[in-house]
Structure formats: C-alpha cells, structure tokens
T-cell receptor, first 116, second 111 residues
Framework: NAGVMQNPRHLVRRRGQEARLRCSPM?????VYWYRQLPEEGLKFMVY????????ESGMPKERFSAEFPKEGPSILRIQQVVRGDSAAYFC??????????????FGEGSRLTVL | QKEVEQDPGPLSVPEGAIVSLNCTYS??????FMWYRQYSRKGPELLMY????GNKEDGRFTAQVDKSSKYISLFIRDSQPSDSATYLC???????????FGKGTSLLVTP
C-alpha cells in the first residue's frame, strides 16, 4: 500500500499524558501536513513540514503541541499534557514537491485521539 | 464571518438525481479550489481541483468556480448510493500553505 500511513488509528489518553501520532507520507512525497478535525468542525490546518524543516506552523497551538519530520522515519505530531479539548481526529497529508503549493493533498485515514 | 461557508446538510436524494453542492467564501485571494470526499471514519480524498475561475468536468463530476461571486459548486450527475459521503470544499491562496476547508455537506443517495 503506497498511501499515507498513520498510526495509531485510535489512541486513548488520560488528561496530563502525552500523545504521539505518526505519519509516513506516500512514496516519493517530501511534504507533510497535519490537520485537525474537531467534532462538528471542519478540518483545520496545523503545520506543514519538509524533511528536517518546519515550513509553516501558523496553525499550531502555541503550547503543548510540536511536530517534526526527521531525515529518517515518519513525521511525528506530539501533544504534551493532553486535555479533553484535544480529543479530535488528526489527519496527516502528503504531497510531492511539484504540487506542494497547490493544495492537492493525499490524506491518511487519521488518528483519533480520545482524552479521558 | 468564516472564510469558507458550507451548508452541512444533510442532503438526501434518490439514486440517479443530480446533486448540487456549494460553498461561499470571503477571501478574494483564494486561487486554488478543491473538492474532497470523505467517507465515514476515513480520510478526505481529492475529487476535483480547479485553479482560478471556470469549469472542470471529470466523469459524473463537474466543478465550477465563480470568483466574482466568491461561490464554488460541485455537481454530481446520475448519483449513486456509493456517492453517499461528506463533501468538503477547500481553497487556498497563492501565499501560504494552509487549505481552508468548509465544514462539509453530508450527502445520502438512497436506492
């Protein structure tokens, strides 16, 4: 399967714990995006990364949230000290370098975080 | 006012009907317009992509962009039960990387 792979698909955390979500982009894609979908809300942009670089993090909450896309391995979205309001579906998307600015994204199936 | 407005529905139509889905937007800088389809508990899938104004057709799907009215549409001809999903409009400007999504319209096509 050459699609965008996200894991875990479902994650349950208690308040105050850490959540780590992983994303492997499609083969040949060097651009990774993270979006969050809150219940009854549309998808909201969080961050855009290329290998070893954060290009645009304008949608990331200022505290507790961080993202990385190392030279080797998947992209990681990390949420520290989770709160109930972090419960959402987190989607990763990727694109090749040639269409990075056009919005033609390939999404994974999402990681659903539930905070108890 | 939200940047992208989309009626959440739900919209229920009989099989074979023509479906019209719409979004309005407020940011005149938007140049790229997309429609994504999202099945329940799945990720969005790109259906149609349009740059600037005009129409684009792909099989049973037609996308229209009217920048003067800040209004985009997706038409589905000969709708099928397998078209039952949530349809998300999305758009972005030339600057920046964020897609701005509507909340999505839930469509149900009944046999």
């Amino acid at each position: 399967n050459a699609g965008v792979m996200q894991n875990p698909r479902h994650l349950v955390r208690r308040r105050g714990q850490e959540a780590r979500l992983r994303c492997s982009p499609m083969k040949g894609h060097s651009h990774v995006y993270w979006y969050r979908q809150l219940p009854e809300e549309g998808l909201k942009f969080m961050v855009y990364l290329q290998k070893e670089n954060i290009i645009d993090e304008s949608g990331m909450p200022k505290e507790r949230f961080s993202a990385e896309f190392p030279k080797e391995g998947p992209s990681i979205l990390r949420i520290q000290q989770v709160v109930r309001g972090d419960s959402a579906a987190y989607f990763c998307a990727s694109s090749p370098a040639s269409t990075g600015g056009t919005g033609e994204l390939f999404f994974g199936e999402g990681s659903r975080l539930t905070v108890l | 006012q939200k940047e992208v407005e989309q009626d959440p529905g739900p919209l229920s139509v009989p099989e074979g009907a023509i479906v019209s889905l719409n979004c309005t937007y407020s940011n005149s800088a938007f140049q790229y317009f997309m429609w994504y389809r999202q099945y329940s508990r799945k990720g969005p899938e790109l259906l149609m992509y349009t740059y600037s104004s005009g129409n684009k057709e792909d099989g049973r799907f037609t996308a229209q962009v009217d920048k003067s009215s800040k209004y985009i549409s997706l038409f589905i001809r000969d709708s099928q039960p397998s078209d039952s999903a949530t349809y998300l409009c999305a758009m972005k400007s030339n600057s920046g990387y964020a897609l701005n999504f509507g909340k999505g319209t839930s469509l149900l096509v009944t046999p």
